[in-house]
């Protein structure tokens, strides 16, 4: 195992393209506003000059000049802003792709209206694949319920219909794919999942929540050939769009097609941003096995191996084609209608009767073998925890491993964190986890948020101030396609105004300030993912990686930040997305 984690962690490798590996360009930006996110206080700066993809002077636009020498491209921002490469923290670029090519559900407003758009996604899905619809919310339909096998069977009789909520923890499958997955009667729900049965008996209706839907996606079929490129491409354009120049898949292979998909991506060179893959819990082995042929093939040359770590010290990270194997995801909870709570909700779900706190989905045996299995190694752990029973299991996963093995720079991430008491909050700090905050959520839902669980705990969901006077870096994540859209803006919009859709505002106390936001996308980011040294400040050395923006989000009105529009896109001194 040491020796697996050597190779991944220490190998040199060709993980640019050939285009990138002799990008002699040179560049100074000037004139704008410069901020380098560098401290806990905004610095301006005139100038910044790039040089081979790499920053190598951040001041004055005369020595930026000097130090750029002849032939230096002048880039002239005209007041606009510029600030390092966004950071994804929680995302699925891989699941998003696939997303694009399947039918669009949100805003739906009846299972009328779901059957409608399904029988549109019929022409536009090749005969091998299923039919897929995604994004659809319960509770903003008529009947506050998914569709049943049988109304799916509208949609077809031969051919696999399968639609998921937009987040991704619940949905409905019809007949036929009842019958391949293989769910009946006599089937018993599996740990941390629900198989929903017919009114008055134990014949399943359709609808399978979290680990019961896991079940049937592992069945699904590959993605191949132009619609694996499409997958990739169109997604990480996407991310760039938004100034995006790290991107994340937090769940690989959690679809059976992941591996072969990120394979074909790195075989062509596709991305133009970097992607990050944390492995789903249970596909861990798959994915270290299928890394090293992968490694081993485009392992550099000891004679070019110096040269390579000059121009990126990022690349003994592990980076292959832009593509690197980071971690491992454990769900430890589910979504707002079934998040892991200490204290019962205070209103239930639709369909719920009795005392509810939700529910976990792993035993603590699983978790623990996995701090005692990763600890100590690079390879990091994420953890899906929405409520404080959740986030209980996971703190006390790490205390125990803090015991056995010593104190570790692991950086845990406790992706969502949603509520958190704050005596965990403390103990959080104590074993150097870090916070990832779905705060789109706040807008979307923080109104049926009040209801679930009352005004009380709400307001202390996503806790940004509380994390800011306990000193623990955060992230602000999109979860893309759970939010609906991988835009970085409307993130640090939430989490400085929590306001929900009706105008209330849901923690006053917790808001913070724009110039937090924008760390906890920039530089807090590049500290969760362990690239702090390449990435996240516009800072000599560091790679470049930046964004310009239409407007400065530290000189606008709080409430229009996340209208603020991304100019473009720059990776490494490369533009990889420019606004037309």
């Known amino acids: 195992m040491k020796k697996l984690f050597s190779i991944l962690g220490l190998v040199f490798i060709y993980s640019l393209s050939i285009a990138q590996q002799t990008n002699n360009s040179l560049a100074v930006y000037y004139n704008g506003d410069i901020i380098t996110m560098k401290g806990n206080t905004p610095q301006y700066v005139k100038a910044v000059a790039v040089s081979k993809g790499k920053i190598i002077y951040v001041g004055t636009k005369e020595e930026a000049l000097i130090r750029a020498g002849k032939g230096a491209a002048m880039i002239d921002l005209k007041g606009k802003t510029l600030l390092p490469g966004f950071i994804d923290t929680h995302g699925h670029l891989i699941n998003y792709g696939k997303n694009l090519t399947w039918a669009g559900l949100r805003g739906v407003t009846s299972v009328d209206d779901v059957i409608s758009r399904m029988k549109v996604q019929i022409k536009n899905t090749p005969a091998d694949q299923w039919i897929i619809g995604f994004g659809y919310n319960k509770n903003g339909m008529a009947e506050k319920r998914p569709p049943s096998a049988e109304e799916l069977d509208m949609v077809s009789k031969d051919r696999p219909v399968l639609i998921m909520d937009a987040s991704g923890h619940a949905g409905s499958i019809n007949s036929v794919l009842m019958k391949i997955v293989g769910y009946t009667a006599e089937t018993q729900d599996p740990l941390g999942g629900v198989i929903v049965r017919k009114p008055n008996s134990k014949e399943p209706l359709g609808p399978v929540d979290e680990t019961a839907l896991n079940q049937v996606l592992l069945l699904q079929p590959a993605a191949t050939g132009e619609l694996a490129d499409r997958v ?3 997604a990480a354009d996407l991310w760039a769009q ?19 998909i990120v394979e074909n991506a790195i075989e062509k060179k596709l ?24 490694v081993a093939k485009y392992q550099a040359p000891d004679a070019v191996r110096t040269g390579l770590l000059t121009s990126r010290p990022d690349l003994n990270k592990g980076y292959i084609n832009r593509v690197k194997l980071a971690g491992v995801k454990y769900w430890l909870d589910g979504d707002l209608n079934s998040m892991w709570m200490s204290q019962p909700y205070t209103n239930n779900p639709p369909g719920v009767t009795g005392a509810f706190s939700g529910y976990g989905q792993i035993p603590d045996s699983v978790l623990n073998a996995g701090f005692d299995r990763f600890w100590k190694t690079n390879f990091q752990i994420n953890m899906h925890v929405n409520g404080d029973a959740g986030a209980e299991q996971a703190l006390v996963a790490a205390e125990n491993a803090t015991k056995k093995y010593g104190k ?20 959080l700090k104590a074993i150097g986890g ?136 720059i990776k490494e001194g490369v533009s990889v997305y420019k606004k037309k």
């Not at 790290?246 to 679809?255: D, K, S, Y």
Request: proline share 6%; with cysteine; charged share 20%.
């Open 408 to 427: 570790s720079d692991h950086r845990p991430v406790f992706i969502h964190a949603t509520y958190l008491r704050p005596d965990q909050i403390k103990r």
């Open 434 to 569: 870090i916070p990832s905050f779905l705060i789109a959520s706040l807008p979307a839902a923080g109104d049926i948020a009040i209801y679930f669980f009352g005004k009380q705990r709400t307001d202390h969901f996503a806790a940004g101030n509380s994390m800011v006077k306990a000193g623990i870096k955060f992230t602000l994540s999109h979860d893309a396609p759970v939010s609906g859209t991988p835009a970085i803006l409307p993130l640090v919009w939430a989490a400085v105004n929590r306001t929900t859709s009706s105008g209330a505002i849901a923690g006053e106390e917790e808001r913070i300030t724009p110039y937090q936001g924008l760390l906890a996308v920039t530089n807090y980011a590049a500290y969760q993912i362990k690239e702090e040294k390449t990435k996240g400040s516009l800072e000599v050395g560091k790679l470049a990686d930046m964004v310009i923006l239409d407007k400065n989000p530290l000189k606008v009105l709080p409430s229009t930040i996340k209208d603020i529009e991304v100019l473009e896109t």
């Open 271 to 294: 991305l133009k941003i970097d992607l990050l893959l944390y492995a789903k819990e249970s596909e861990t082995d798959h994915a270290l096995n299928a890394a090293m042929p992968i």
């Open 242 to 260: 938004y100034g995006q120049t790290t991107a994340m898949e937090c769940g690989f292979g959690r679809n059976p097609d992941d591996i072969s």
């Open 232 to 234: 990739m491409k169109g």
